[in-house]
């Protein structure tokens, strides 16, 4: 069985960075899609963020590329998010979450799958 626990939310100022931390805790880190999504009370959840089992390639939705960089960790079972430039619109409850594939599965296979363990999730609150 899968737990995921994220940490490093925080309230900051726009334009401010932070880092989100995501704990895997299970067997086979290395053959798990990871992704950071986010969602806003009454709003769908969104995609963050995806990388691929080995942590070669990653994906990035519209709102957060060039601000944005996912990576992981494979020896510490940890997911990483850095967020830089960070602007009011990211408030959000960003979670982490997980889908177990095979070692070497592309960022292309991630993006089309849904993924079935999640974390708590960490509140972020980005102030202007």
């Known amino acids: 069985q899968v737990h995921l626990v994220e940490s490093g939310g925080a309230s900051l100022q726009a334009g401010g960075s932070l880092r989100l931390s995501c704990v895997f805790s299970?067997?086979?880190?290395?053959?798990?899609?990871m992704g950071w999504f986010r969602q806003v009370p009454g709003k769908e959840r969104e995609g963050v963020a995806l990388?691929?089992?080995?942590?070669?390639?990653?994906y990035y939705f519209d709102s957060v590329k060039g601000r944005f960089t996912i990576s992981r960790d494979n020896a510490l079972n940890t997911l990483y998010l850095q967020m830089n430039s960070l602007k009011p619109e990211d408030t959000a409850m960003y979670y982490c979450?997980?889908?177990?594939?095979?070692?070497?599965?592309?960022?292309?296979?991630?993006?089309?799958?849904?993924?079935?363990?999640w974390g708590q999730g960490t509140q972020v609150t980005v102030s202007s």
């Open positions: 979450a997980a889908e177990r594939k095979a070692p070497n599965l592309s960022i292309g296979s991630c993006r089309s799958i849904e993924y079935s363990d």
């Open positions: 990388i691929s089992p080995a942590g070669g390639s990653t």
């Open positions: 299970g067997y086979n880190y290395n053959s798990y899609c």
